[in-house]
């Protein structure tokens, strides 16, 4: 036998003595990152019907009760629930048609401004039903989404307990009793054991592509009632958009019909839903997640009505649209 023979190993080269484990084939995940205005929390046009018809006051037998005894302590208890000061219904006025396009918004119902009009006028006991029911089931859908997200965490870290028991720590690995170190020689069935790992699966990786989650898990309820943030420019910042405010002051009233066009609605708006300037400037707050109240927008366009329509215009203008 020569003596190359005899310096030959008997056994494949492998370093024993790394700190880290053999690697395994692990995921790398990339999220995709939503470029959406953050101004803008929903959008006008609603993606969805209501969740009960208009007559279908017998699935909650209590409201409609209630409504039909005492008309406006159901709206009060209706605003009360959206949010508002309890005694708003009986401050502002056509404050049923602004309850409904606000619940409408921030539910993604479709419709506009007149059927919100002439729902309420026509058949006001009925309207105020409905809106109870559908608040009823905005928050039965979000109790259930929020059982599932923990349920979802809790199947999350019962799965990273078991990895992290099949794929023990570089330390554990080391100081694994049959681990062999730089002076011995291996066992076969170490040899073996060693062997079975593919060569292609120690050197590549696999790339997961998770969809990013939607902001909101309840698909019938988009917006925060309560707003997340405040207006983008001052009810008094006319100087910042010296043509819009030009315009609205020369004619008021086309300036209104535009904002209202700009929201999706009729040009004839103005002319035909009662307290349309309120009715409107509540909705941009929903849409836009911005704070405030139904009150105080009532004193607002009282007390200042052109310079909350070019705020308005320039809210609409930040956001988009």
């Known amino acids: 036998m020569s003596t190359e023979e005899t310096k030959k190993p008997l056994y494949p080269e492998v370093n024993y003595g790394s700190t880290q484990p053999p690697p395994y084939n692990q995921p790398v995940v990339n999220q995709p990152q939503l470029q959406n205005n ?31 005894m005492c008309h406006p302590c159901s709206l009060c208890y209706l605003g009360s629930r959206m949010g508002e000061h309890f005694c708003m219904p009986v401050c502002v006025p056509a404050s049923n048609i602004t309850i409904r ?20 006028s ?13 608040l009823t089931n905005m928050v039965r859908e979000q109790k259930f989404r929020d059982g599932d997200q923990i349920i979802t965490r809790i199947f999350l870290s019962d799965m990273d307990s078991k990895d992290n028991q099949v794929h023990p720590n570089s330390q554990d690995y080391n100081q694994h009793p049959n681990a062999p170190s730089y002076n011995q020689a291996p066992s076969s069935q170490s040899m ?18 998770i969809a990013q989650p939607q902001q909101h898990g309840n698909p019938l ?25 030009l315009f609205t002051f020369c004619c008021c ?21 009662p307290a349309a300037p309120i009715n409107m400037r509540t909705r941009i707050r929903t849409m836009g997640g911005i704070r405030g109240d139904m009150c105080n927008d009532c004193l607002t366009v009282s007390c200042c ?6 705020q308005e215009a320039r809210e609409l203008k930040n956001m988009g649209l």
């Open 38 to 68: 953050p101004l803008m929390v929903t959008s006008f046009e609603g993606h969805r019907e209501w969740t009960t018809g208009l007559f279908d006051c017998l699935a909650d037998p209590a409201t409609c009760l209630l409504t039909c």
């Open 101 to 120: 396009n606000k619940i409408r918004t921030v539910g993604g119902i479709r419709g506009t401004m007149c059927t919100d009009c002439v729902t309420a």
């Open 122 to 134: 026509f058949c006001g006991p009925c309207s105020t039903c409905q809106d109870h029911r559908e």
């Open 192 to 209: 073996q054991r060693y062997d079975q790992v593919p060569q292609q699966q120690q050197q590549s990786s696999t790339t997961v592509v």
């Open 221 to 245: 309820l988009l917006v925060d009632r309560h707003g997340i943030r405040d207006w983008s420019t001052g009810i008094f910042d006319c100087c910042s958009d010296v043509g819009n405010c």
């Open 253 to 273: 009233s086309c300036a209104m019909a535009s904002l209202a066009s700009r929201l999706g609605e009729c040009c004839c708006t103005m002319c035909c839903v």
């Open 305 to 310: 009505y052109m310079c909350a329509a070019c």
